[in-house]
């Protein structure tokens, strides 16, 4: 069972420059959304999906864009790194709909900004 | 708008005594669920355990339990018996009742288990 697969684990950049990173599921979850991660703030919505081509803007979207052309990909786009981009960076599917069900999460991309 | 609140940066426990971690929550809504998450130093985010907000009984999940106080919106995890590999970053996360699918995270409570 792959679950929730992000690539890469590990990336640098350089600041101006872009990027993608990537999402799969395989679970044939609606819902997928993208968080990061710092320090003392916990997890932060950047941008979510509740199927296929739709999209919307979470807490922290500025700086990053999505798309979701299929059920299983949701890639979340840097379109020119800056420091304060550096962050972990969590993807996130569920069963769309009501009730207590659970999100299951990547291992995470560990992103730096130079 | 909600917002989740983890007032314990950092806890301490010794193996097999038990911990609290404390969380709050700010809502208008009356429907919601709460979730702990468990985060070890491998990244993995692994929820812990949930609880329905129109569930009066508290949740348990083997040493793991909560105390749910919605009218004081309060919801702290109980790890009894504490083991080293409980030693991780806790998350408290709230989710609306409706469609929105949105969880909103607490700050997180780094937890240390002492042998």
């Known amino acids: 069972n792959a679950g929730v697969t992000q690539t890469p684990k590990f990336q640098v950049l350089k600041t101006g420059q872009s990027m993608t990173l990537q999402c799969a599921q395989d679970m044939n979850h609606e819902y997928m959304s993208w968080y990061r991660q710092d320090p003392g703030m916990g997890l932060r919505l950047i941008h979510y999906s509740v199927g296929a081509g739709i999209t919307d803007q979470g807490e922290v979207p500025n700086g990053y864009n999505v798309s979701r052309s299929t059920t299983e990909d949701f890639p979340l786009r840097l379109l020119s790194a800056a420091p304060s981009q550096t962050s972990v960076y969590f993807c996130?599917?569920?069963?769309?709909?009501?009730?207590?069900?659970?999100?299951?999460f990547g291992q995470g991309t560990r992103l730096t900004v130079v | 708008a909600q917002t989740v609140t983890q007032s314990q940066p950092e806890m301490s426990v010794q193996e097999a005594e038990t911990v609290t971690l404390s969380c709050t929550y700010d809502?208008?809504?009356?429907?919601?669920?709460l979730f702990w998450y468990k985060q070890p130093p491998s990244r993995q985010m692994i929820l812990v355990i949930r609880q329905e907000a129109y569930k009066q009984q508290n949740a348990t999940e083997n040493r793991f339990s909560v105390n749910f106080q919605k009218a004081a919106k309060s919801f702290s995890l109980k790890i009894s018996d504490s083991q080293l590999g409980d030693a991780a970053m806790y998350f408290c996360?709230?989710?609306?009742?409706?469609?929105?699918?949105?969880?909103?995270f607490g700050t997180g409570t780094l937890l240390a288990v002492q042998p």
């Open positions: 809502t208008s809504e009356s429907d919601y669920y």
């Open positions: 996130a599917s569920k069963k769309a709909g009501t009730g207590s069900t659970e999100a299951f």
């Open positions: 996360a709230y989710r609306d009742g409706g469609a929105t699918n949105k969880l909103i």
